[in-house]
């Protein structure tokens, strides 16, 4: 698949208002909601799991995300880690290093709890984030919902992403994406917003659906999760 994206393309992906919009919004807010619907025993029981494997709450504590148009919103994850899990890594030097080297990722992180390393590995965690689809905040399918500092760090490291990043906040993050079904975490920042302003431009109701279908194979894999 090629990841070209040329200056032409920009304003055409930004501007772009079509029945897309409506019909996707649709299926965001019913697919969401039969997703709560149908896993509502088992977020019962993903949370008694987090409750009994660790103290803290349900739900992780984490930093705000990008949302369209660089929108801050408050992303809702089951919590895989133990409290107090940013402060730990500001506070260690080592670990932090390893975290901007690896793309804002932390292989082996010695924060993630036993129940917190079976939940990441399959995305349960990820699950809550079907209530920020319902806000609004997030779709079904889309790029990356990547923390501000992480945008800002990672254009001074690669400059040639700007473009791209400009693409990406133009449409909403999603619980799905390209490059989540390409390898997650295997790709590098820079081939990352290539693949998530590329579904930007290319996107359709097709395209959302051959995504999600193949989120499938890629949720039961683990592939690329950490």
């Keep these: 698949m090629s990841y070209v994206i040329t200056d032409n393309t920009i304003p055409q992906a930004i501007n772009e208002v079509s029945l897309y ?10 697919g969401s909601l039969f997703a709560l619907i149908l896993l509502t025993p088992f977020i019962l029981l993903v949370s008694i799991a987090i409750k009994l494997d660790s103290p803290g ?14 929108k801050l919103f408050k992303i809702y994850k089951f919590r895989s880690m133990v409290q107090n899990a940013h402060e730990l890594l500001e506070n260690n030097p080592k670990l932090l290093e390893e975290y901007k080297k690896n793309s804002y990722k932390i292989f082996n992180d010695p924060r993630v709890t036993p129940v917190g390393k079976f939940i990441r590995r399959f995305s349960i965690d990820e699950i809550p984030q079907f209530f920020n689809i319902l806000r609004g905040e997030m ?3 889309g790029p990356r919902a990547y923390y501000p500092y992480e945008l800002e760090e990672q254009q001074k490291n690669y400059p040639s992403s700007r473009k791209f990043v400009k693409i990406i906040l133009s449409g909403k993050p999603g619980v799905t994406g390209l490059w989540q079904v390409s390898g997650r975490s295997e790709i590098n920042f820079d081939k990352r917003v290539k693949m998530d302003a590329l579904y930007i431009t290319r996107r359709s109701l097709l395209y959302d659906f051959w995504i999600m279908l193949k989120t499938i194979p890629a949720v039961v894999s683990g592939r690329g999760a950490v």
């Excluded at 709450?57 to 660089?70: L, Q």
């Design 57 to 70: 709450p349900v739900f992780a504590d984490t930093p705000m995300r990008a949302g369209k148009g660089g």
């Design 139 to 141: 779709s079904l399918v």
């Design 21 to 30: 919009d409506f019909a996707k919004r649709l299926v965001d807010t019913l």
